[in-house]
Structures are given as C-alpha cells and as structure tokens.
C-alpha cells in the first residue's frame, strides 16, 4: 500500500523471462508467485488457456503468457512459475520460464513502447531499461524490460464465452 | 464520502426492503383476522424503522408520508382505533403507497402520488377514535377513549365533551417524553385548557426587522414548546426570498399562562403577522401531543417530533415486545462475502480432512482420532451452510401485494393460501426464485383463473384460490403454485403451438408435453391466450430462470379443476450432490438429480443412425446418446470400444432422456461448487469446477447445456423448447 507512495514517482515491478525475453508487471497487481502444477484443462477455450487451478479454494484460470503473446509456448521445467495477479478484480495465473528480481523503477524512465507488431493493442504498455544483478556474479548489464499492460491480458476480454 | 453515503443508502434500502416485507406480512395477517399486539406492534416497528431511516436520509416525501401512516398505526397500537377489515384495508393501500415512496426514494420510481392514502388515513384517524369498543383482556388497560388529535384544534375546544383528565395515564412513560417545563405544568391542577398559538410571521413583520426565534423565546420562557412547524407554503429553494417569511409555527402553553403575556410576546410582529391564540382541549397523552401532525414535510421539525415521540415509543415498543419475547430470536446483519469466504475455508478443511484419511492408515486414523475430526469438519460445514439459509417467507412476502394489484387490474377475485413458509432454503436460491414466482403467480391469475361470473357458472365459489407452498424433500425445495382455475386448454396450446411452428403439425404428444409446451420459448402467453396483454408474461422466463438454479418446473393441470406449476430447486446453490465420472482420464461432476440410471452396454446396444448420431436400446426404448469426450474435444480414447464405456441416464428438461457415454464412475459425493466465472467465464457445458479431496479440480456437467445441443443434433421433435 504504501510502497506507491514513495517517492511519487517510484513503481516496483516483478521481472521474469519469457524465452529470453525480460518482461515485468507491476508489483501492485501481484497476488502471489507459485510453483507450477498442472492446471485441470478445461474444454471450449482458446489454447493459450492452460485450464483451472485451485489457489485456497478459488478456481482461478492459468494462462500459458508466452503463447498468449504469440510466442513458441514455453515448456515446463524446474524454474517455471505461475505469477498469480489480479486484473480488474479476476485473478488470473500466467505461467512464466522464470521469475528474475523486484526492482524499482521511476515512472518517467518508462518509454512508449513503439507501435508493436501484436494483433491487437497495447499489450505492452511500455519499455524501461534496469541495471539487472547477473546470477553468475559477473558486472551488472542493462536491460530492457517489457512491461506488460495486465488490463490489455485480461482473459474475458477476448473471448467469446457465447461461442 | 459519496461511496460510504451509498453504502450507508443501500443498507437502509435493505432494511426498507425488510420493514416492507415485515409489514406486509403482519398486514396480510391481520386481514386475515390476527390482530394481535404482536402482529400490530410488529407492523409498527417496521413502519417506524423506515420512517426513522427516510428522515436521517432526508427523503422528506418518505418520511411525512411513513410518518402519517406511523400515526395511524399508533393509534391502533395503543387500541384507540380498533383494526377493523376496512381500517386494515386502509393501511394495506397505505403501504403500497409507502412501498411506493420507498421506490422513488431509491430513484427507480416516481414519487407516488398519496393524497387519497393521506385522505383515508385522516379519515379514520378522524371517524374511528372514541368508537373503539372495550380493549381485549390480554392488554394492561388503555386510557380512556381520547379526542383524535386532528380534532383537537383551537377552534372547537372540547367537542366531545370529555373532563381533562391528567391521571390515567398510567401506560406511558410521561416522564421520558414531557418536556421538563412542562412538568411543572403537569404538576400544576389542571384547571383550564392548554393554549394552542399559532405564529405565522408575515413578511411586513420580517422587512421590519423583528425576529420570530424571539417571538418563540419568549413564549418558551412562558412554559410554551413548539409542538409543530407547517412549511407548507415553503417554496422550492430556487424561489425562496431571503427576506421573506413561509413558515408557521404552533406553539402549546400550559394552560395557566396568562392570555395577556402570550400576546405581549407578538408585541413586535403584530398585526399583519398570523397569530392564532385559542385554548384546546388537553391531551391525555403527551405522547399523542409529540406525535402530532405537521402540516408540511419539513425535516427538522420532524426530526424534532421523532426525537420527542421516540423515548415513548421505544418504550411501548419494549413494553411491546416482553409480551412477545418468544417471537424473533436475535439476528446479526453479516456480509455474505464473509460468509461465502467462511464457506470456502470450510470446504478447504473438508478436503484437507479427506487428503488425510488418503494418506493415513486406517490404524494411524483411529490414533489421531480422524473420524472424530471429520464428523466434526462436516458439522462445522453444515452449520456454516445453514448461516446462509433464510425462510422462504421473504420471496413469498412479495406476494400479496402482488395480489392486490393483480385483482384490481383483473376484478378476479383471489385468496391466498400459503403453506410452509418457514422452509429455509440458501440466500442466493430465495433471491433468484422471486422472478419466476412473480410470473408464476401472474400467469395463475391472467391465465389460471376464472373471472367470478364465469367460476360461478362453472358451479365454483366466486373467489378463487391460489395456494402457494414450499416444502423441503431431501436435497432439494419444492415451491408449489396452484390455482383451482380452468386448467391448461390443451387443444388451444396445441394449436397455437402448431401455428408457431414449434411442434410439426401431426406431432403426438402425451398431455404433459402439452403442458410444457407453454414453457416454449416463442409461446408468449400473454399476447396468445390470455386477454390481458402487453405483459409479456413469457413462461419461457421461468423455466430458463429456474433451471438457471439447477432446478426444473413440472407443470400439471385438470381441466376445470386448476393447474399447478411446481419449481424443483436445489437446497443450496453452494453444494451439490454428484457423481465423480472420467472421460478421458480427466475427473467431471455429474450432478446426481439430473441421473436416471447407469448402464454397462452389451455390444450392438449402441449403435448409429447417422455418422455422428447413436442411439442405446433400453427395453425396447431408443434414447440418443452423447459422446461426452467428443462434446469436449477431449480426443484421447476415440477408437476404445462403446461397450467397454457407460452410459448414464440422465433426465433433462429440454430433451428428455438422454444417455451420455462416460469412461468410469469414480465416486459418488457432495461437492462444493465454484464458479468459474468468477475469475474467467462460463463455459457451456460447464456448470462450475469444485475442488476434489486431492486438491485437484473436477468440472461440473451442466447437463442441460449438453443434452441440449444433444437435441439440436438430432432434430428432436422438441427442437424449439432446446433453443
């Protein structure tokens, strides 16, 4: 809560990959990060939907981002996660290679992500470069970070359900 | 700020919701002959409540109106105005007038008009007092017969001749509600009559720089009290004068005060002002006094006369109720989200519980004592799912009313009858069966019913009967509508179903699928058989609203005799009683209701019509049957032979008997359901996912989305009901 509040212009966004692209989402919107199991698949939905999961009672949906994005789904292995968040008041889970770092960036350091080649818009909602901390303990690089537009992802927009 | 008013609004819309309901239901029961304490003082109460609530939300037109009414009710409290048929008639026409208000105040209506309710009112408040024949013995004794406060005017002091009688007044408590000067008055032997001065500054007065709070002061240092403001005249805020005057006060001095010193106090104002100075006859009851009309609806003064009226009306109403102690046991208002979020943990616990009893021995069980805990788990389950069920009393409260309107509309003549109204059913099912009641009653009237000439020919009373009953048989609550009208006509059903195309002409059907055909979509009642139209009264609306509910309507009908439409509904929305089936290795939950039986086929009782139809023989009937991996996508054991699968039964609304051709049975259990639009979208097919013991997830079957397509498939006779 109080976390957006300091200083004004400070975000923390969660960064994970995506193949080996570096995405990240605002922390805000993160309910949890969980260890990957199976969905229960569930039928009549598009593929990128992955199924059902049972997070404390709730069925919460889980969805494979990389396909989503367009990208080659990813595979499963012993670093995948499920980034469980809330869009608009539905949780949804997206599951994601690996979760990377928290990192705090300043709004005005996000550039307008050009007018990329999605089908539809706005997916990424911008692109911020972060001085990330390298696992194998060599220099610290700069990179560039997607940021993901969780409202553009929400999974009943683009679906259907009459279908 | 504006959200927490809203809040604040919608909770007070609730209870208005509640005290109508209340009142309705003591109203409806004091028609009936009832008129208790209890009944009147809870009729009353939920009067008063709505009154306090309008006031504090400054709905100015609810609160003069509930407060008139209130007055009413009051006098017939405390047994000054005997409840007869046509005064309780008054105050049932008043309470839709007041449900009205309530409606407008919530902004979904017009502000009703009330003057003739307000005229009936007075009306009674005026004709019926000093009429009332002895109290019935199970009340302390009233105070004698008193003058009704309207006709207590300055102008005709005393005109039913009664002695000023301070004394006997043993039933209220003075003290909490006189006004300390006052009690002095009170004190004093009471040789005269009160005064009554009424104060009009006049706007001569106002643009001469006298001021009326001095005025008032001063007749407050005489022992005077301003028992009432009329701000009839007050005009709207964009038209009112700053230097002009529109009110008017009336003012009560005891009637001691000197004659002359109450003018000296209009000294500054006179004479263009109104000033009205008379003595009047004594009121009995202070009580009366504080609840004494105002002319207009100014908030403040009403907020005045609650604030005086109301230590004496807490204490009728505490004297009300230790004499009916027994009759409502304490309530506690709860979020249903809480509630809901108590029931998930609830169901988690019973999972874990079961994930246990997998993994521990049996021997092991018995030493943690695990049977012992899961009885207590599936205690603590029930009990959590009881806090979510309420009497059906509040969906058949809407009723009457309903009723009232309809026979005024229709000139039908209709009693109710109800039965079983204590039955306690799930929240979410009572608030979702209102509709469909609502249309069901309706088409029992429109339809059902005879006009009274006509049932007088037909050898029956004038009076028609609508029963309404609700009654609960296992899992499941069977609300009952029946009318003893004329019947379904089925040669005309059949007829206009033929026109409409939704039965091929030379279709042969048993009387009961004639009678679910007006549950057709596309069989507007309204518009075809009835001669009342312009409703729309769609039974199509029903069924879809009830099998929306996981429930079903059987309909059945005598002709001459009356029909009746039975709504089957489950308990709970939250729980289910399933069977646990495979397909294709994956878990679903069948619901069990809707399983007729389950067969193992023998080679060759399977078998196709069209490439991607099959039908299953059972004693020498053909059922089509449903490949529920194929209906799923799930592609994972298509070549596995039919014979090797089973096919359940299932009974549907729309198409009948179905068979669906599954893997395996598993189980047979209660599951909690969780929707899945909660967090994604419904799924056709799909009625839900519920949590197994293993923490997986398992779908539910909606069975009427899937036999439905089953029916569209096989161009079944009943194609048009499946749509």
């Not at chain 1, 949804?92 to 080649?117: K, M, N, R, Y």
């Not at chain 2, 104002?269 to 009309?293: G, K, L, M, N, Y």
């Not at chain 2, 199509?540 to 429930?551: C, K």
Request: hydrophobic share 45%.
């Amino acid at each position: 809560m109080t976390e957006q509040e300091t200083p004004a212009d400070e975000i923390k966004i969660v960064t994970f990959t995506l193949g080996a692209r570096h995405f990240g989402i605002d922390m805000r919107s993160l309910i949890e990060i969980r260890e990957w199991s199976e969905p229960t698949p569930l039928p009549s939905v598009p593929g990128y939907i992955l199924g059902v999961t049972n997070l404390r009672g709730t069925v919460v949906p889980v969805v494979g981002l990389a396909e989503r994005l367009g990208w080659t789904p990813s595979t499963i292995h012993a670093r995948s996660c499920v980034l469980v968040v809330n869009i608009a008041g539905k949780q949804a889970g997206f599951l994601v290679d690996e979760v990377d770092d928290i990192v705090a960036i300043q709004e005005s350091a996000i550039q307008p992500a050009p007018d990329v080649e999605l089908q539809e818009v706005n997916v990424i909602s911008g692109l911020v470069q972060i001085t990330a901390r390298a696992r194998d303990g060599s220099e610290p690089k700069p990179q560039m970070v997607l940021l993901l537009d969780l409202d553009a992802l929400a999974i009943t927009r683009h679906l259907d359900m009459a279908a | 700020m504006s959200d927490d008013m809203d809040d604040i609004q919608a909770i007070f819309f609730e209870e208005c919701a509640e005290g109508l309901a209340a009142a309705e239901q003591g109203l409806s029961a004091m028609q009936a002959g009832d008129v208790s304490p209890a009944t009147i003082a809870a009729v009353f109460r939920a009067v008063h409540s709505i009154k306090g609530g309008a006031g504090a939300f400054g709905h100015v037109a609810l609160t003069a109106f509930a407060h008139k009414f209130e007055n009413l009710l009051d006098e017939v409290r405390a047994e000054r105005i005997a409840p007869t048929p046509p005064t309780v008639g008054v105050m049932l026409s008043a309470l839709d007038i007041l449900s009205d208000h309530v409606a407008a105040s919530q902004g979904s209506a017009t502000t009703p008009d009330d003057a003739a309710s307000l005229a009936a009112i007075q009306a009674v408040l005026n004709g019926e007092a000093g009429t009332v024949p002895a109290s019935p013995p199970s009340l302390s004794p009233s105070p004698a017969p008193v003058a009704p406060v309207e006709a207590a005017q300055p102008a005709d002091a005393d005109p039913f001749g009664f002695e000023p009688v301070s004394v006997a007044v043993d039933d209220f408590d003075l003290g909490a509600i006189m006004a300390p000067a006052e009690q002095d008055a009170e004190a004093e032997p009471v040789g005269e009559p009160d005064w009554r001065v009424e104060f009009g500054p006049s706007r001569e007065a106002m643009a001469g720089g006298s001021e009326p709070m001095l005025v008032i002061r001063e007749l407050e240092d005489l022992g005077g009290r301003v028992v009432a403001v009329d701000c009839s005249s007050l005009p709207a805020l964009r038209d009112v004068e700053p230097e002009d005057a529109y009110l008017r006060w009336t003012i009560q001095l005891p009637g001691w005060t000197r004659e002359d010193s109450i003018q000296e106090a209009f000294d500054f104002v006179a004479p263009d002002s109104h000033i009205a100075i008379a003595r009047f006859e004594t009121e009995r009851t202070p009580a009366t006094t504080a609840s004494e009309e105002p002319r207009g609806g100014d908030a403040r003064a009403l907020i005045g006369q609650i604030e005086a009226a109301a230590p004496g009306i807490a204490a009728a109403a505490q004297a009300a109720e230790t004499r009916v102690t027994d009759s409502a046991s304490q309530t506690i208002r709860v979020d249903l989200h809480k509630l809901d979020n108590l029931l998930n943990l609830v169901g988690e616990l019973v999972i874990r519980n079961s994930i246990l009893s997998d993994r521990l021995s049996a021997k092991d069980q018995e030493r943690v004592e695990l049977p012992e805990l899961a009885r207590l788990t599936r205690e603590i389950q029930d009990n959590v799912m009881s806090l979510r069920a309420q009497p059906i009393k509040q969906a058949f409260s809407r009723v009457p009313r309903m009723l009232r309107d309809l026979m005024a509309e229709t000139g039908k003549q209709v009693t109710l009858q109800t039965f079983g109204e204590t039955t306690e059913v799930d929240k979410g099912v009572i608030e979702k069966i209102g509709d469909p009641l609502t249309h069901l009653i309706r088409n029992a009237v429109d339809h059902g019913l005879e006009s009274p000439e006509e049932r007088l020919r037909a050898g029956k009373s004038a009076e028609g009967t609508i029963r309404l009953s609700a009654e609960q048989k296992g899992a499941r609550i069977i609300v009952t509508v029946a009318d003893d009208g004329r019947g379904i006509d089925r040669a005309r059903v059949r007829a206009k179903a033929i026109e409409k195309g939704i039965i091929p002409a030379d279709a042969a059907l048993s009387d009961e699928e004639i009678d679910q055909l007006i549950c057709a979509p596309g069989f507007s009642t309204a518009a075809t058989i009835s001669n009342i139209s312009g409703r729309g009264v769609g039974m199509d609306v029903v069924r879809s609203n009830v099998e929306a509910l996981g429930g079903r309507v059987e309909i059945s009908s005598t002709p001459g005799k009356g029909t009746s439409f039975t709504l089957v509904l489950p308990l709970t929305l939250a729980i289910l009683d399933g069977m646990v089936v495979r397909l294709a290795g994956q878990r679903f939950v069948l619901p069990l209701a809707t399983v007729v039986e389950a067969i193992r086929p023998e080679p060759g009782q399977v078998s196709a019509t069209t490439p991607d139809n099959e039908v299953i023989e059972i004693r020498g009937e053909y059922l089509p049957v449903r490949r529920l991996t194929e209906v799923f996508g799930l592609h994972a054991n298509e070549d596995r032979p039919v014979h090797e699968s089973l096919v359940i039964i299932v009974e549907s609304e729309s198409a009948g008997r179905v068979g669906l051709l599954v893997d395996t049975i598993d189980d047979r259990r209660e599951v909690v359901i969780k929707s899945l639009e909660q967090n994604l979208h419904p799924i056709r097919g799909l009625g839900g996912a519920t949590i197994l013991g293993d923490g997986s997830i398992a779908l539910i079957l909606d069975v009427e989305a899937l036999v439905a397509s089953a029916a569209s498939h096989n161009r079944n006779l009943m194609r048009g009901l499946a749509a």
